[in-house]
């Protein structure tokens, strides 16, 4: 007859087989044989959880401190048993009592950071992390961990980094991959995004994981069908996989039936009225297709759960962003300001404005107007500004009401722990937004006089009015044929203010001026733009400086546009001497062509002269 020994021996190496029932049957064998071992308890409540019974799991863990209280591994396998079930607290409480017994153990500083990450302690989560980083640096899932983090306080560059890093290490790992895919597609890498998803599809193309993700990658750069195929396909597959019911919701909005998706998601939350993530994938359908009432209801029953908390306001936020309830939002971020997970929003500028490295530098265009001389409020200081040195060149051409400085390590740490300092994102959700209104509006960015006549004298052979034009490479954001085809009529001068990889969508266009290739510099793209009469285009850096720059324009965006481009009357919020043009997702291309061809027409007739030097 087998010994104890014998028993957790084979069932240890059937549990590594996955051969979890049998395992089970041989630690009960063991656990009749001694009842009162601490050993086989934990072996017991091991293949337990392998089986999915975490609360008996739970029992035997219980069982083993109880024999001895020390037992470091029994501690961290009743705090994964207790996380299982919910139960966070209990789990933190023992995750913490194995981390005092063994400070060593670095699956338990993962495990309880990844409590703290629902808990909305970024920062303490973040030590844990780096903790088991320090010990593990070449561990992918490690790596993965802290990545995660890092995307869900916002900083998408810093996430992305330590992603690829991981990717490279474990490319065939999908809870790398997947959301190295997401973070790609917010910064706008839709490409690249669509490279990774297709690679994950073809190594598992009947996995749901795989589908959902490479469905949305082929919807966001163009290929509907396909994508729509991919996502039918997948909900065939797990018909209430939440990122399968996203991707099909995306895609049939995209087809100009955004009903559709809703129905099915509809079906989905009926069916699991607790799962928090269906409240949000049905609040952004709903605001995709600006059902603003509904997505905010939606947004606010995820809300409660701590889990979707930090997405829930975010996605809260753009909602009442976009619908103009400005106070609501800002009365919502006034209550929440104590919750780290959503960053607490201060009231007014009392000190520093940090702009983080991850800062996108349209959105540091925006909110940059903030602490230039013409926006300051009574009991504002004159607030320094510390920004990345990518971003300086922009930041010296608004009349900043302090002094200007590229920022260091310190900075960072030093705002973290300064009660008076700001980070600029925090902007976007304070009581300061409630003190602009677009008459109020003054240009805060300026060209450089100093080089007027260098561009005076590159565009005196061209024939005026100047339209400058950026575009998308991806429907249904507008294309180059969209602009090109609207603007078939304007009466001078077309100048592209591309200057990436997106200039070569140019080659054989007789009618379209490459300025792109003469631009090196940010200074030298807003100095150009300030000659501009009106430009014209998709949401991108470009448009952030004419509107900043009070010059006339015409921003083309999707019904599922970003918070910024909040508009009345089609005229922009925050850029008033804007029209915002929204693509409607059952418009013919003719239609919306047509009607961007109206709305420059109307900005140029109402333009009047734009002064934007620095001398203005």
């Known amino acids: 007859m087998a010994s104890v020994n014998e028993l957790l021996q084979a069932a240890g190496n059937l549990l590594d087989e996955g051969e979890v029932e049998s395992a089970l049957e041989l630690t009960r064998q063991a656990g009749a044989k001694a009842p009162n ?14 089986n999915g019974d975490f609360e008996n799991a739970a029992n035997c863990f219980e069982l083993a401190l109880s024999i001895d209280p020390d037992d470091t591994a029994a501690c961290h396998d009743l705090g994964v048993a207790n996380q299982a079930t919910g139960n966070r607290e209990t789990a933190r409480l023992h995750f913490e009592r194995a981390l005092t017994l063994n400070p060593e153990n670095m699956s338990t500083h993962e495990a309880l950071a990844a409590i703290l990450v629902e808990d909305g302690e970024f920062d303490d989560a973040i030590r844990h992390l780096q903790i088991a980083l320090n010990a593990n640096p070449e561990d992918a899932n490690t790596i993965a961990n802290f990545a995660a983090i890092l995307m869900r306080v916002g900083a998408l560059y810093d996430a992305r980094v330590h992603f690829e890093k991981a990717y490279g290490i474990a490319p065939d790992n999908p809870n790398i991959t997947v959301p190295l895919i997401h973070i790609l597609q917010e910064l706008g890498e839709l490409g690249e995004a669509h490279m990774l998803a297709e690679k994950l599809y073809l190594r598992r193309p009947r996995d749901p994981v795989a589908l959902a993700p490479f469905a949305s990658a082929l919807a966001q750069t163009g290929d509907l069908d396909q994508a729509r195929r991919h996502a039918e396909t997948c909900l065939k597959l797990a018909p209430d996989f939440v990122p399968a019911l996203d991707a099909f919701a995306l895609v049939t909005a995209y087809q100009g039936e955004p009903e559709l998706g809703i129905a099915r998601l509809s079906e989905a939350l009926k069916k699991a009225r607790s799962n928090p993530h269906l409240y949000l994938s049905m609040a952004a359908a709903l605001l995709r297709i600006g059902r603003f009432d509904q ?8 809300l409660k759960d701590g889990t979707a908390r ?19 939002m800002v009365e919502l971020s006034r209550e929440l300001a104590s919750d780290q997970a959503l960053g607490g929003a201060k009231e007014l500028l009392k000190g520093d404005l940090v702009i983080p490295f991850e800062t996108k530098p349209l959105e540091a265009v925006l909110l940059s107007r903030f602490a230039s001389r013409p926006y300051r409020v009574n009991g504002e200081v004159a607030a320094n500004v510390s920004a990345p040195e990518p971003l300086l060149p922009l930041l010296k051409r608004m009349p900043l009401a302090g002094e200007l400085r590229q920022i260091q390590a310190e900075d960072l740490a030093k705002a973290s722990v300064n009660e008076d300092a700001h980070f600029i994102t925090q902007l976007a959700l304070n009581q300061r937004l409630l003190t602009y209104s677009p008459d109020k509006f003054q240009p805060y960015l300026f060209g450089d006089p100093q080089n007027d006549d260098f561009w005076r004298g590159s565009l005196a052979p061209l024939k005026p009015p100047f339209a400058g034009v950026v575009w998308s490479k991806y429907p249904p954001a507008a294309r180059l044929q969209d602009i090109d085809v609207a ?51 998709t949401d991108s850096l470009a448009l952030h400086i004419a ?70």
């Open 37 to 50: 071992s601490a050993r086989v308890a934990k072996a017991h409540g091991a293949c337990l959880i392998a």
């Open 547 to 616: 509107g900043a720059m009070g010059v006339p324009g015409a921003a083309l965006v999707t019904q599922e546009k970003s918070w910024y481009w909040y508009h009345r009357e089609g005229k922009s919020f925050w850029y008033p001497s804007f029209q915002v043009v929204e693509r409607l997702w059952q418009e013919t291309d003719e239609a919306y062509r047509d009607r961007v061809s109206k709305v420059a027409s109307t900005c140029l007739k109402d333009a009047g002269p734009v002064e934007n030097s620095a001398s203005a």
């Open 295 to 302: 997505a905010v209801a939606m947004a606010g029953e995820a």
């Open 310 to 328: 930090a997405s829930a306001y975010l996605l809260l936020r753009q909602c009442l962003s976009v619908s103009g309830n400005l106070e609501q």
């Open 487 to 537: 603007l078939a009529d304007w009466p001078g001068t077309i100048v592209s203010l591309v200057w990436d990889d997106q200039r070569m969508e140019l080659e054989g266009n007789r009618r379209i001026i490459d300025a792109g290739r003469h631009l090196a510099s940010l200074e030298a793209l807003v100095d150009l733009i300030g000659k501009m009469d009106l430009v014209v285009g």
